[in-house]
């Protein structure tokens, strides 16, 4: 019960989180750079910089969570956060629902 709880839990920092968050932050933005010139080469139209991009993420509460969020913010992206509980069902729903 309440102790097995206690054992999972991790003592993090703002800095760790932070630190996890800018490295996210700078791996969404080349991704995006790499996506763009992909697209650029095969004369798709892109997700210019004024669009804000949406990022799903699937994951359980924790520390990693908390840094995905801010990095999804901080990168100016919009956050589609996917719940583990959910079927697959619901989850293809969500992502359906947030592509504009």
Known sequence: ?????????IAVS??????ASTRL???FAERKKKDNATADDNDEATNDD???QRIAYLCPPGPL?????????????IAVPLCTSHKST???????DCDP
Do not use: H, N
Request: glycine residues 4%; proline residues 2%; aromatic residues 14%.
């Open 1 to 9: 019960g309440r102790e097995e709880k206690r054992k999972e839990m």
């Open 14 to 19: 703002y800095r760790e989180i932070l630190r």
């Open 25 to 27: 932050r700078d791996f």
């Open 50 to 52: 004024a669009t804000p």
């Open 65 to 77: 969570y908390v840094a995905l969020q801010f990095a999804v913010w901080s990168s100016g992206s």
């Open 90 to 96: 619901e989850l293809a729903y969500v992502l359906q």
